[in-house]
């Protein structure tokens, strides 16, 4: 796994150093999909399906979107909100169903970019999990924004000023997980909420959504190159609309315990997001090149729908 991910890394500064990508960085992309986490601008990204419950027969359709703490404008969808897969930045692509894996970027053909990043006709019953990794990318901040970015994530600023020191700016390597749950028809049955994919950073919930009520309470499982991840805040947001129209986002946060489980109760039905970010020192492990890059981190979202 580990030398995958260094020759992932070699193949992403490999990209990023060709025309085809001088050319795509220029694009709206560069404000979105390639912008650097940070407080000050629309960071969060995640997979949204058009309907979270399909009958069999029905087109799934999933959107790549970008936005912060669930705060994007679902309705119009501008160019900036949502993002395109693009097949050269994004190492795993894949729809997992009862029967197994399917490969979605063996299907794109010539294709370098596809929006929606997925339209599908399911064709079984039972749950359907759509997943995608993004390739390891590069930012730096000034150390005032590196503190506010701290802040943001609700991490501990004090664990990371040793590591700090009295550089005047913080570089990071970034790499985000995605995943995407719905269900096809009343019947079938699997564990896909919670199975784990290998992800670098990846959330289980350890409940089906589909059996919650509203008001339930909801256990998520944080895995780090698949070992638990405890004392890490994870956030969940769910998406509503008030009377006048306008967009609600509910924010709740908690903190995994020494099993890496945090525990959420689900308020009300509709859209949910949880997500969380990782951030540590640079380490070879990670694939990330810490030869001038003093932090890694992993960003990762799992967004699903309660009844």
């Given amino acids: 796994m580990t030398g995958s991910r260094h020759s992932a890394g070699s193949r992403t500064r490999a990209f990023l150093r060709s025309v085809a990508a001088r050319r795509a960085l220029v694009s709206a ?18 997979l949204h399906a058009e309907r979270f419950r399909l009958e069999p027969g029905e087109t799934l359709v999933v959107r790549q979107l970008v936005g912060d703490e669930l705060e994007a404008d679902l309705a119009r969808l501008e160019a900036t909100q949502e993002l395109p897969l693009l097949v050269d930045m994004t190492p795993r692509f894949a729809l997992v169903t009862p029967a197994g894996a399917v490969d979605l970027l063996g299907e794109r053909g010539a294709r370098r970019s596809v929006k929606p990043v997925l339209e599908r006709t399911l064709d079984f019953e039972g749950p359907a999990l759509v997943a995608m990794e993004h390739a390891i ?23 990371y000023r040793e590591h700090m020191g009295s550089r005047p700016r913080q570089t990071e390597g970034y790499q985000r997980t995605l995943k995407c749950l719905v269900r096809v028809g009343p019947g079938g049955s699997a564990d ?31 895995l780090l190159h698949g070992e638990p991840l405890a004392g890490q805040p994870v956030n969940a947001y769910h998406g509503s609309e008030t009377a006048s129209g306008e967009g609600a986002v509910a924010r709740l946060r908690a903190r995994t315990d020494a099993a890496g489980v945090a525990r959420f109760r689900l308020g009300a ?36 729908a309660v009844d």
Avoid: M
């Fill in 192 to 222: 896909l909420h919670g199975r784990p994919l290998g992800q670098p950073l990846e959330i289980l919930l350890l409940q089906d959504p589909d059996r919650l009520d509203p008001g339930d309470e909801l256990e998520v499982r944080v």
């Fill in 29 to 46: 992309l560069l404000a979105a999909l390639f912008s650097a986490p940070g407080p000050a601008r629309a960071h969060d990204i995640w």
């Fill in 137 to 159: 990318l590069y930012t730096e901040f000034t150390s005032a924004e590196f503190l506010e970015y701290l802040e943001h994530e609700g991490l501990d600023p004090e664990r």
């Fill in 269 to 304: 039905a509709g859209v949910w997001l949880v997500r969380l970010v990782y951030l540590a020192p640079c380490s070879e492990r990670s694939g990330v090149d810490c030869a001038d890059t003093a932090w890694e981190s992993y960003w990762s979202a799992f967004s699903f």
